[in-house]
């Protein structure tokens, strides 16, 4: 198993994770935060699919990077004690998801250039 299938499956995991999460923000937070979380998650899961199969990665690589940086931005607002919408636990978790595949990114990143 190769490192770009196994950053997939970790991202794959996340938003399997972050579903869950997402169900539980308040009614009137569903169809605006949680959106762009989702749309983001999903974009991130596309452009790692797009570089997998690239020949180029580079510029797919620095554009994964931005993806990553954004959601874990929408997720630190997420759970910003003046909006609560996510408990301090799940937010720990999520972020390490994260981390674990920012890591797995950047050693891509090295081994591209």
């Known amino acids: 198993m190769n490192k770009d299938f196994k950053i997939l499956q970790k991202t794959y995991d996340m938003i399997l994770y972050g579903n869950v999460c997402l169900k539980q923000f308040p009614k009137h937070e569903r169809h605006v935060m949680a959106a762009d979380i989702r749309e983001s998650m999903y974009r991130l899961l596309g452009l790692i699919v797009r570089a997998n199969k690239k020949y180029h990665k580079k510029t797919t690589l620095q554009d994964i990077d931005i993806e990553l940086e954004v959601l874990r931005t929408y997720i ?11 408990p301090i ?25």
Request: aromatic share 12%.
């Open 89 to 113: 636990r799940k937010y720990e978790n999520w972020s390490k998801m994260l981390n674990e595949i920012g890591r797995m990114l950047g050693g891509w990143m090295k081994a591209v250039k």
């Open 76 to 86: 630190r607002l997420a759970a910003d004690p003046q909006l609560r919408y996510l």
